[in-house]
Structures are given as structure tokens and as C-alpha cells.
């Protein structure tokens, strides 16, 4: 079963692993983005895509499925939906 995506829940686990030891201005300086747009991406504004999540997991020392949270996902009624859209953006 795929968990449906939730970006607040992206935004909460990317602060969390940053938090170990990656700053903000780090990690835009890798990815070569400005800081307003991890920003918009951390709070939910924007939606992650699948360039990004690729290019995220080295520089944060993770891989992509620690960053969706996807080894923590939880069974259930909501677990079960599908989003075809994000399915289609990876």
C-alpha cells in the first residue's frame, strides 16, 4: 500500500533530519536553491517532486523513503488511498 503524500508531514520530517547536523543555508548551498524555497517546501506551499527528493537524500545522508516518512507509514482506512497525481510526478 503507497500512504498518501502530506506535505506538513514532508515539511516536519525534512526539519527533523536537517536537524542532524544540516544547516539551511548548507543544504541550499548544495542544492542550489534559495532559502525561501526550502522554506515554501518545509511549510506545505509547495509540493515536493521527484528531482528534488533524489537530490535531497545525499546531501541529508538518508534516502527518499526516510524523507517521506514512508518505513513509519501507518496502516489504516487512510493509508490505503492513492494520490495517481504524485504517483504520475515520480
Not at 34 to 44: F, K, T
Not at 62 to 77: F, H, N, R
Request: hydrophobic fraction near 45%; glycine fraction near 6%.
Amino acid at each position: 500500500m503507497i500512504p498518501v503524500p502530506d506535505d506538513q508531514v514532508f515539511g516536519t520530517r525534512l526539519k527533523e533530519i536537517r536537524k542532524r547536523g544540516v544547516n539551511q543555508v548548507d543544504l541550499t548551498q548544495q542544492l542550489g536553491l534559495h532559502q525561501s524555497l526550502i522554506a515554501q517546501y518545509r511549510s506545505g506551499y509547495l509540493r515536493l517532486h521527484r528531482a528534488l527528493l533524489v537530490r535531497l537524500a545525499p546531501v541529508l545522508d538518508t534516502t527518499p523513503d526516510e524523507i517521506l516518512a514512508l518505513k513509519a507509514a501507518a496502516a489504516g482506512p487512510e493509508a490505503a488511498r492513492i494520490d495517481r497525481r504524485f504517483l504520475r510526478r515520480l
